[in-house]
């Protein structure tokens, strides 16, 4: 399921997908092993962001 995003601030992300708060940790690492870089994570309640750049410089907020 697909989304607009937030960055962990409340503002826009420039690219984004929502999924389960377990699978975003997963996602995360997939998208790691691929290349992209942590910039962020946080938590609150049972909201999740973790906050990546891809190789390109292009933000990926996943939520």
């Known amino acids: 399921?697909?989304?607009a995003a937030v960055e962990p601030?409340?503002?826009p992300a420039a690219h984004g997908v929502q999924v389960?708060?377990?699978a975003v940790g997963e996602h995360a690492q997939r998208s790691m092993a691929a290349g992209?870089?942590?910039v962020a994570e946080r938590s609150e309640n049972t909201n999740r962001w973790?906050?990546?750049i891809d190789p390109e410089g292009?933000?990926?907020c996943l939520q």
């Open 58 to 60: 292009d933000e990926s």
């Open 50 to 52: 973790i906050l990546l």
């Open 9 to 11: 601030d409340g503002g």
């Open 20 to 22: 389960t708060f377990d």
């Open 36 to 38: 992209a870089t942590l």
């Open 1 to 3: 399921m697909s989304s």
